[in-house]
């Protein structure tokens, strides 16, 4: 069972830029879609991006889109999601997370069976 650890969130200003980073431990992101998803307060779990395992084409959220960048090392190990012109609306805790969804399902959370702790990105105004 490959476990994730998110590293990276903090607290900046609008326009900023933060990069987060997940790791796998006990396995790898080999033969898993890779995505990020958030969740604000009172909201419920939203999809940012994913890269599926055979493809290098990630997909973004329409909100995402242009703004952040998604990324995978080649021995599957590591993922990184550099954010640029953040803003207020992108506070929250950022979560990767691994699973095997098909590819019309992989914008929702319950297709992803493994999680990271999450780690917090806050933008202030």
């Known amino acids: 069972q490959v476990q994730l650890v998110e590293s990276g969130g903090g607290s900046v200003q609008t326009g900023a830029s933060l990069r987060l980073s997940c790791e796998t431990s006990?396995?790898?992101?080999?033969?898993?879609?890779a995505a990020w998803f958030r969740q604000s307060p009172g909201k419920d779990r939203e999809f940012v991006a994913a890269?599926?395992?055979?493809?290098?084409?990630?997909f973004y959220a329409d909100s995402v889109k242009g703004r952040f960048t998604f990324s995978r090392t080649s021995d599957r190990k590591h993922i990184s999601l550099q954010m640029n012109s953040l803003t207020p609306e992108d506070t929250a805790v950022y979560y990767c997370?691994?699973?095997?969804?098909?590819?019309?399902?992989?914008?929702?959370?319950?297709?992803?069976?493994?999680w990271g702790q999450g780690t917090q990105v806050t933008v202030s105004s």
């Open positions: 997370a691994a699973g095997t969804p098909i590819t019309s399902s992989l914008r929702y959370h319950s297709s992803y069976r493994n």
């Open positions: 890269m599926k395992p055979t493809n290098s084409n990630p």
């Open positions: 006990g396995g790898t992101f080999h033969g898993y879609t």
